[in-house]
Structures are given as structure tokens and as C-alpha cells.
């Protein structure tokens, strides 16, 4: 965008004033920031924040937005005096458990580029004196943690930035949002409009309410959090602390006890500590009022009255972890408000709807100039270096926008902060928010059921488990450690079995369907994708969204069923508003080339039925042609399947023979009972998405969002099949892409495990030479080949037959990059025109012959 933009940001706390210092160092002139509370002290959550500063996060994303952030406060200082004191971070264990998710996070901390060191007990007291050698059995040790400053952070930002021109309104509340012909157009106080071209909802906790003024449900909830300060600590006391090194009065490692929901730090020779052990405790944040016109550290809106009953475990606790604290009591205590999201993730980017509303919500001090700078990057360049994906407001969808979902869920992601929670582990509560109309028959099967995004998904079938008898020696699955037991059944092995040598189906209604029409639909798509979509109806063309820079926005399947009517196999809903708001836009610029994008998920329902007796199951029970002639690979077209009108796919997941077979909501069940009754004949199965994961790995299926985001382009990625280079169209990221070295630094890879046992979950740091190099994006047992495999992004010199190392649990696990895909590279399955079996379906009558 041009840099003469009128900027409005809302809300002066450390993500607000971060966000418009990354804008002025950007060229921008014309920023106000617009503050319900005095400038001095906002009265937010920064201005009670403990401040530390733990970088390792499960996440990439959230891990180098952290480091931003300690880069950046580190920067900032006047008179000699930081904002940031690097004291180190350390996190404790006191349970075996513990011990071993240290282990993870150690390997979190390798993949993402973070220095870190798993400790003994012996030398977590060396580091730590006033710890309890009895308690503590490890640490991690992570040397660039620290202390934020965060109130002292912002006032200087503020100050650098007025130098700079930007204009800032103190004591300001914001009554509304005016807009016109879909954009903002002034943001609206008690003293008159500000004028503003580009609004930006900073308001942390108060960004519920800032979005209801344009119609935008932000799926933030604030929760009561408390923290408080002890007396003078005997061990701490009548030290030098130099302040102007230090920053915040403290000489110890920033501490956490997460088997107790516990963090520390030091004030001085007093100690702070947080805990999020309590109950839940929401806050309406309308209630709170007006921000008065003196704000202190006593006396703020965030700062709530400590409940000392709620506090009286972690009293107990603390003083077993840290024995010299039982020579004080507690001097002070708050409960502070922090805002908590359905899934635990901030909220970035820009409102679905409205042109010119960007919000940065339910962010921590941790991961404040982080998204200050990812959001500077996408109002600047269109796109944030760092991918923020997994942090965009789009990614959630509807049923997880309602009040009673954002606070139920984002309550359980308090209690489980700081829990061991398993990579594949749903969510407790809410559940069956949405199901298939094979629910009803997968539950009979014994389905074991994930969720994601509100769908409950069968992952195997306990109904197969009779299968586990028959399954052939090379089919047999390797016993499993415990980590990756979880969420997990040998029946998947059985499941993979049939679906290779039989036939199985499966429920693929939670893939995301939109249906994209109207006469500017074709126009539209040529401009977002990187293939020539002017093909005849009946055409499947895999595809992808690029950015500018040619980073991987999204790769999607689209299928043309007639001239203007298209539909999209998507991953999530943030592709569908992407699609949206540029039909919008093609709308405003060309009436005359409207589309409509239409969500069409929820009112349809698909069946994947594949392997290589898909065609004798069809055949029985449908007299159209499913023959390559009939129906060729990445074809479609509609059919009747026993009577129903089905629009069948010729695609797979999984490397097999079959189709898509999708059909009303209504009729779903009649057509799941019609295939599985045929199908009886030729052995079939209803299988798993454990199942599936595994096949589509051993085919070298990509997923967007794990395999590869926007930090990667299609060379990187190795999906430049789905570029098609000569198309003749502009599109977006096609300039960028004639740039791109055909060599490049880093590729996704495949790997087999060498020892043809050791699992692994995804996200594990790999060692090349012995040096950190890579990561795991995705990982299955491969049960047709035999070994578990894995895709990874390593390093463009590492070549196909060398043998990197892969960290699983503190252990390295040998493995070999190896050619790709691991199955079938010919696709003689997936293209098998094979006649049908023909089956007596009446054997009574055929005996009496």
C-alpha cells in the first residue's frame, strides 16, 4: 500500500505503539494512535505484564515472532538503560513426565533456531541456588530468554515515534467506526472523527468490543490471571543490582514450574509469582468502564482485586520448589486481565468483510513487535515474512466464532497452558458440533473420533480390529513408544491393507468445499491461480494460491462443472474468505464480472471410495461409466450411484483407484448404506484418516499449512507441477516466480526411518554433520513400505541417499532422504481401466445350476 495511507491505530499499549514505530521505519507519515487511557500508563495489559519472555513454542510462527521481540527490545534504550534484560530462561521438572516433554521443547527450540540446553537437576540448582535440589529432576536452559520491560518499552516507542511525527490522542476512547462502500473511512471519539483510510484494533482485551462496532466477531475472551509479589526474600537481599545493565532488578534466570502452572521472577531482593493453576475467571471488559484520567500500578483497569483463596495452592507449591520463600509472605497481589483465544493463538489480520480493518488482538508481550512487524510487513508489502496463518482470524469457522465456543474453549486453554497436551489430542468439550450423515453408521463401526475444526473425524474403525488376524506379515505394524501410541491403533495398519489390495471408503466431508460462480468466475481464478483453468467443464486441475513473492498462500483442487460454475477443494476457511474478498473486489473494479463464492461445505457430503475394486463396487450399483474413457483421471462429472444424483471426482488422496463421491447432506446416509451394502462382495471397508495419512504420505501428497506456508515457494516445496509456467494469464505471485533459482537453499524432502521402528510425531529437529539444519513438517508409519516416513525441509545440498539424524525425545534416529513418492511413482493405480469383476449377486440360484 502507498505509504501516504491514513493510518488509525487503536489502542497504545505494547502492540499498538511497536506497530506504528515498524511503520515510521517503514516511510509511513500519517499514523495517529488513538488511547482510551493517559499515554504515561494505559491501563492495559501492558501495563501490569510481568514481562517474560519465553521464546520455545510448539509452533514456528509464535517462535519467531518471540524472537523479534527480544531482537527488537533489545534495541531499544535510552541513557544507557534497555528494555530488555537477557537473564536466560528455565524451565524446571519435577515429575518424569515433565522431564521428557523437556525433551520435546528442546527439540522445539532446535527446529525453530532457539539455543537451548536440557539440564540436570544438579545443575539446575548451580543455575539457580534457591531451588530445591530434591524437587527438580532437569531443566531446559535457554540463554536468550529474558525480562521485558514492557511499560518502559512503550514509553520510549511512544516518545521515538512523536519525534517521528505520529500523533497520539490520550485519554481518547473510541465510540465507533465509520465506513462507506465497504471500507473504513474515520474512526469516531468524543472529541470528533479521525479520519482514516486504514484502522488497526490494537485494543488487546478491548478488542471485542472495537470489532462490534463493524460487525466483526473477534474470538477473544479476558481472563483474570493472578500474579503476585512476595516480602523480601532472605536470600535475595543486600545485593547489587545495576539496574542500567540489568533493566529490571533481577540476576536470576526467569523461572517456570509448569507442573504446577507456576512462573517467577525476581523485583529486587522481592519475588513475583504467576500462576494459572486457579479457576477460570472471565471478564466482560464493557464492564470495566471508562480508563479514569490517572492510571497507576496500583489502580488500572486490567488490574483486578487478588482473591487470595484461589492463590493458596500455588503458595504452598512455591514454597516446596523454592524453600526460602517460606521465611516471607506475600506483600501484593492483582488479578491481571490477558486476553485467551479458542485456541490459544493471537489474532491478526485483516476483517473478512470490511476493507481497511485490520485487527492484532490477544497478543503477549512476548510476541508484541513480532506481530507489530508481521502486520507493519502485510499493510506495507501484502505479505508478512513471517507466516502468519495459523495466527489470521479467518482460520476459524463459524460455529467457533459464537460467544459460548470462544468462552468455553478459551477457559480450557487456560486450565491446559501449561499442560502436556498431545499433538493430536481434541479437545475435550464441545464435541459433535458438527458430523457427517455417516455419523450415525461410523459410530455402530466403533469409529474412534479426532476433531478439527468442529468436525468429528473417524481416525480408525474398531469394527477392522477382527482384520488384525489376517494381515500379512510385511503388513504388520511395529510396536510403538507411548508418545506416539496415543491417539493411535495397530487397526489403522489393517485399514492401509485393504485400501491397497481391496477397497475402502472414506468420509471426506470435513475437506472444505466452496463453489465459486457467476460470470467473472473463470476471470477471477486465472488472476489467484497458477494454472490455465480455461478447460472444458469436467476438468480437475490441482492448483495454488501464491502471495507476491510467490510464498504458497493455499493449494487447492478446482473442478469446472459447468462454463461459470466452478467448485474448490480447500484446507481451511481462510481460502474461502481469501476467494471472497477478491470476488469482492473483481465486483467493485467490473460489475458486469460479478462472482459469487458460496460456502457450500455443511450442505453437502463426500465419500472417498478407492482402492482397486473401487470399479467393481461402482458398477453394481450405478450404470454410468466409471471407465478411464468414461471418467478420466482428474475428471468430473454427475452420476447416479443407487439412484442418487452424486457428483463423482476423479481424484485420490491415498494413490489408489476411485473417486470422490459427494452428494446432498440429505442424501448422504442412503448413499453411504447403498456403497457399503455393494461393496460387501469385494471385501470393502469403511477406513480412517490414520489410514489415510499414512497413504498420502507414501504418494508425496503435500498439505498446505504443514508441509508448506507462505515462507515457501513452489521450487522449494516441489509442487512446481502445479505451476504451469506458459500459462498465458497474469496471476498473482507469476512475476516472482520467474525470479526463482531452480537450485534452491532448502527443499521439502522425504525420509525413511532407518530402522524401520522409530516413530515420530512431526516438528522434530534434524542434524546434519551434527549441526541443526531442518525440521519435520509431517510424519506416518508407511504401511505399505515398511518403515515410518517423514517430510522434511532441509537444506538444497543435502542430496537423495544421504543419511541425516532425526531428534525424537532427546534421541537421534537415523534416516535416510530418499526418492519420492515412496509408492507407485508411475500412478498405474491411480489410472487402472481395468474392466469390473463380474459377481453372481445371486449365489443361491447359481448353486442349484
Known amino acids: 500500500m502507498a505509504t501516504s495511507q491514513r493510518v488509525v491505530i487503536i489502542g497504545a499499549g505494547i502492540v499498538g505503539v511497536n506497530l506504528a514505530d515498524e511503520l515510521v521505519s517503514r516511510g509511513w507519515k500519517d499514523i495517529t494512535v488513538v488511547e482510551q487511557g493517559p499515554l504515561n500508563m494505559p491501563g492495559g495489559s501492558t501495563s501490569h505484564a510481568p514481562g517474560l519472555v519465553f521464546q520455545t513454542n510448539p509452533s514456528k510462527t509464535m517462535t519467531r515472532l518471540a524472537k523479534y521481540t527480544v531482537e527488537k527490545l533489545l534495541s531499544i534504550k535510552k541513557d544507557g538503560e534497555g528494555c530488555f534484560n537477557q537473564l536466560g530462561g528455565l524451565e524446571v521438572a519435577t515429575t518424569p513426565e515433565r522431564l521428557e516433554e523437556l525433551k520435546r521443547r528442546h527439540g522445539y527450540a532446535s527446529s525453530w533456531g532457539i539455543e537451548a540446553r536440557l539440564i540436570s537437576g544438579e545443575e539446575c540448582v548451580k543455575m539457580y541456588p534457591l531451588l530445591n535440589k530434591d524437587a527438580v529432576l532437569g531443566g531446559l536452559h535457554i540463554p536468550t530468554d529474558g525480562l521485558a520491560l514492557a511499560a518502559r518499552a512503550t514509553q520510549l516507542l511512544i516518545e521515538r515515534t512523536q519525534q517521528a511525527g505520529v500523533r497520539y490522542l490520550a485519554s481518547t476512547p473510541v465510540t465507533g467506526i465509520e465506513k462507506s462502500n465497504g471500507r473504513v473511512t474515520s474512526v469516531t471519539t468524543p472529541n470528533g472523527s479521525v479520519p482514516a483510510d486504514i484502522i488497526v484494533s490494537c485494543a488487546g482485551f478491548w478488542g471485542v468490543e472495537i470489532g462490534a462496532m463493524v460487525g466483526l466477531q473477534v474470538p477473544l475472551l479476558p481472563l483474570a490471571h493472578q500474579y503476585a509479589k512476595t516480602t523480601a526474600v532472605p536470600g535475595l537481599k543486600n545485593r547489587e543490582v545495576n539496574s542500567k545493565i540489568n533493566g529490571m532488578n533481577a540476576t536470576l534466570p526467569i523461572l517456570r514450574h509448569q507442573d504446577q502452572d507456576l512462573y517467577y521472577r525476581e523485583h529486587g531482593d522481592q519475588y513475583g509469582i504467576g500462576y494459572y493453576g486457579h479457576r477460570p475467571m472471565p471478564v466482560v471488559a464493557a464492564s470495566l468502564g471508562l480508563t479514569p484520567q490517572h492510571v497507576d500500578d496500583k489502580n488500572m483497569p486490567s488490574r483486578l482485586e487478588f482473591t487470595p483463596r484461589d492463590f493458596e495452592t500455588a503458595w504452598t507449591e512455591s514454597q516446596k520448589l523454592l524453600p526460602a520463600l517460606k521465611d516471607t509472605h506475600l506483600a501484593d497481589g492483582f488479578n491481571g486481565v490477558f486476553s485467551f483465544t479458542p485456541d490459544g493463538g493471537p489474532i491478526i489480520g485483516r476483517a473478512p468483510h470490511l476493507e481497511g480493518f485490520y485487527v492484532a488482538e490477544a497478543v503477549w508481550v512476548t510476541h508484541s513487535a513480532g506481530v507489530a512487524q508481521a502486520v507493519a510487513q502485510l499493510l506495507t508489502t501484502g505479505r508478512s515474512e513471517i507466516d502468519i496463518g495459523e495466527c489470521d482470524i479467518s482460520r476459524f469457522e463459524d460455529i467457533q466464532m459464537s460467544r459460548e ?3 468455553e474453549t478459551s477457559q480450557q486453554n487456560f486450565v491446559e497452558i501449561y499442560d502436556i497436551i498431545h499433538p493430536l489430542a481434541p479437545k475435550i468439550s464441545p464435541r459433535n458440533l458438527r458430523i457427517s450423515p455417516f455419523n450415525v453408521r461410523q459410530r455402530e463401526m466403533g469409529a474412534y473420533f479426532l476433531e478439527v475444526g468442529g468436525w468429528e473425524r473417524p481416525f480408525w474403525y474398531e469394527a477392522n480390529a477382527e482384520l488384525l488376524k489376517y494381515l500379512p506379515a510385511k503388513w504388520q505394524p511395529v510396536e510403538r513408544d507411548a508418545w506416539s501410541a496415543q491417539h493411535y491403533s495397530p487397526i489403522a495398519a489393517a485399514e492401509a491393507w485393504k485400501t491397497r489390495n481391496a477397497v475402502a ?3 471426506m466431508t470435513a475437506f472444505h468445499r466452496f463453489e465459486v460462480s457467476g460470470p467473472g468466475a473463470l476471470d477471477l481464478l486465472q488472476r489467484l491461480t497458477t494454472s490455465d483453468l480455461s478447460k472444458d467443464p469436467g476438468s480437475i486441475t490441482y492448483t495454488l494460491l501464491l502471495d507476491d513473492a510467490a510464498g504458497i498462500k493455499g493449494d487447492i483442487f478446482v473442478s469446472r462443472i459447468e462454463d461459470d460454475v466452478f467448485q474448490i477443494g480447500a484446507n481451511s476457511a481462510t481460502e474461502f474468505h481469501y476467494l471472497s474478498r477478491e470476488a469482492r473486489f473483481q465486483r467493485q473494479q467490473s460489475p458486469n464480472q460479478w462472482v459469487q463464492v458460496r460456502e457450500i461445505t455443511g450442505s453437502t457430503c463426500s465419500i472417498g471410495l478407492w482402492g482397486p475394486r473401487a470399479r467393481d463396487v461402482i458398477a453394481g450399483i450405478s450404470t454410468d461409466d466409471f471407465s478411464n474413457k468414461g471418467l478420466p483421471y482428474f475428471g468430473v462429472k454427475k452420476v447416479h450411484v443407487a439412484g442418487i444424483p452424486v457428483l463423482a471426482f476423479r481424484k485420490s488422496y ?6 470422490e463421491l459427494q452428494t446432498s447432506a ?8 447403498a456403497i457399503f451394502q455393494a461393496g460387501k462382495l469385494h471385501g470393502i471397508i469403511a477406513a ?8 498420502r504420505l507414501e504418494k508425496g501428497y503435500r498439505t498446505y499449512g504443514a508441509d508448506m506456508t507462505t515462507e515457501h515457494n513452489p521450487v522449494e516445496a516441489g509442487v512446481v507441477s502445479a505451476v504451469q509456467a506458459d500459462k498465458k494469464e497474469d496471476f498473482i505471485g507469476k512475476a516472482a516466480l520467474m525470479h ?8 521439502l524432502r522425504c525420509l525413511a526411518v532407518n530402522d524401520g521402528r522409530s516413530m515420530i510425531l512431526g516438528k522434530e529437529p534434524i542434524f546434519y554433520k551434527d549441526k541443526a539444519v531442518g525440521y ?8 505399505t513400505v515398511g518403515t515410518p516416513i517423514a517430510y522434511a525441509w532441509l537444506p538444497g545440498d543435502v542430496s537423495i541417499g544421504e ?29 487402472d481401466d481395468r474392466p469390473p469383476i463380474e459377481v453372481d449377486t445371486q449365489p443361491r440360484l447359481r448353486s442349484r445350476l
Open 688 to 695: 480412517g484418516r490414520a489410514a489415510l495419512n499414512a497413504l
Open 803 to 831: 543419511t541425516v539424524e532425526i531428534e525424537y525425545f532427546g534421541r537421534r534416529v537415523p534416516s535416510t532422504v530418499v526418492t519420492e513418492p515412496l509408492y507407485d511413482p508411475e500412478n498405474s493405480r491411480l489410472l
Open 505 to 507: 471408503m472414506y468420509d
Open 776 to 783: 519435520i513438517t509431517t510424519a506416518a508409519f508407511g504401511f
Open 666 to 673: 440429505e442424501l448422504g446416509l442412503r448413499l453411504w448404506d
Open 740 to 747: 526463482l533459482s531452480k537450485t534452491p537453499s532448502r527443499r
Open 654 to 659: 491415498v494413490g489408489e483407484l476411485g473417486w
Open 405 to 407: 465456543y470462544v468462552s
